[in-house]
Structures are given as C-alpha cells and as structure tokens.
C-alpha cells in the first residue's frame, strides 16, 4: 500500500488514525497524503430570503484551530521516517477525501466516536466515503496505540461482492499478516463458499485457515467479535453495507454494528 490517505481533524480518533497511518507508510515504504478539511458547517445567522452565513470570528477561530493542527502534525511527521504531504481544502471532508481516493491505496479514518450513543448514531463520513470511495477504507478504534502489519488477520467472509472486494483490496496487508483466517458466520448456506476465497488467497501465495462459526442465536456482527477474540485478530477485513446505509440506519446491520463496537481496526471495501 504505497499511496495512504490521511483524514485530519482534531477529534478523539486523530491521534489513532495518525499511529496506524504512519505504521502501514513505513511498512510499505510508502506515501502519507494528510487531507485537511474545512467543511461549510457553522451557519450562525440567516436573512430574510433563506441564506445562511458563517460568522466570520467562528470561520477565523477555525482557520487558527486548523493551523495549529497542522503544524502540530508536521512536527511529528518530519521525525516519522515517512514521505508525506499536506493537503488543504475547503469543503466537506467526505467529498475531499473521495476525490482524492482515485490513486489512493488506502484510507484511514476512524470508528464511530464514543460520545456517539444511542440507535440513532450514525459515522456520516466513515459510511460516505467507505461506499463512494474506490479505495478501501481502515477505521481504527480511538483508543488504536499502533498497527501491526504483520499481525493476526481475520476475514469475514459471507461470499457477497463486497467482502469480495474487500479481500481484494487487502492483499498488500494481507501478505505480511503472521496469519489469516476467514471466518463464515453461518446463517445460511454460501453462493460463493469460504473455500472459494481461500483457494484465491492461495494462488496470490497466503496460506489460511478456514473457521465455521456458528449464530447460535447471536448477532452476525457478534459471532465476529467471538471469532475476533478468540483467534487473537489484530485486525479485520470485511465488506462494507451490504444492504443499504438507510436500512442499516433502520434496522441496524452488520457494519453498523462493528463501526460502534468493534476494539479491533475495520478494513473495508464496498
């Protein structure tokens, strides 16, 4: 993964995203694009004729919150060990960093916040630019301390497109992983059977395990944290929103559920 794009924002997930983005850069000898957004989202008065304004002391207090930031960061970033550049733009951040996902290999953002409660919560950006994007997107837990490249990865596979592109998209990691294991929930039966993405992996040269495991009653997005405990995963690579964003927001889904209670990284493609 030689090209990795950086979500900035001073939130609690910055310092997560920074940790994991600059620990897969220097294990791929890569390149760390850092994306700084300043979305249109303080509308403080209004006039008659429905238009909104940004008060310019909020807009300038922004400017100074985002320079502070920045410098903050290319501090760190000059005594990283990795090759990077900043990039500045006004706008939503979802949108910028779907634009610049072109001839990105990966995507690093965060999970849903833990301030975020309640059935109605919801990841905007996250879920944006992980359906939208072309490149695959790495969510991290706010409280990541760091990647391990070549640690213990875990598949869940259920034979949609979308785990599909997935295992795609994750064969650069997937490579160095000290081991891989694909785990089918068992609901019902497969189109396109674990054994099928197994014998793939094998043709790109990755050995794995396979691992049956069973609903019993549970949550899909639960029998993976079960498997993900169990077999000491570090990380987790998945399709993203098999049913639409607007169901999950309903009805709930598995990706919903992981992207608010998961203590390992997503990788997910769509």
């Known amino acids: 993964m030689k090209s990795v794009l950086l979500h900035i924002h001073d939130d609690e997930g910055q310092e997560s995203r920074f940790q994991a983005a600059t620990d897969i850069v220097r294990a791929f000898d890569g390149h760390l694009t850092c994306v700084q957004a300043a979305p249109y989202e303080y509308p403080i008065f209004g006039d008659p004729f429905g238009g909104a304004y940004v008060l310019p002391t909020v807009l300038a207090e922004v400017r100074r919150e985002q320079k502070e930031t920045q410098k903050r960061l290319e501090e ?40 975020a409660k309640g059935h109605d919560s919801w990841p905007p950006l996250t879920a944006d630019v992980a359906v939208h994007s072309r490149a695959p997107v790495l969510a991290v837990p706010a409280d990541t301390k760091n990647f391990p490249c070549d640690g213990k990865a875990i598949i869940a596979w259920n034979g949609s497109f979308e785990a599909s592109e997935a295992v795609k998209a994750a064969l650069p990691l997937l490579r160095m992983a000290s081991s891989l294991t694909i785990v ?67 009805l709930g889904g598995v990706t919903r559920d992981l992207l608010r209670n998961s203590s390992v990284p997503l990788l997910m493609a769509h």
């Open 76 to 115: 760190r970033l000059d005594h990283a060990g990795v090759n990077w550049n900043w990039t500045k733009y006004d706008g939503p951040a979802a949108k910028m960093l779907i634009d610049h996902s072109r001839l990105a290999d990966l995507i690093v953002l965060s999970h849903v916040p833990d301030t």
């Open 184 to 250: 089918s929930v068992t609901e019902s039966e497969l189109v396109y059977p674990a054994t099928d993405a197994s014998i793939y992996l094998a043709r790109h040269g990755i050995a794995s395990d396979l691992v049956n495991q069973p609903a019993k009653d549970r949550s899909v997005s639960d029998a993976l944290r079960t498997a993900i405990q169990s077999h000491g995963g570090d990380y987790l690579v998945m399709g993203a929103y098999g049913h639409s964003r607007i169901r999950e927001k309903i």
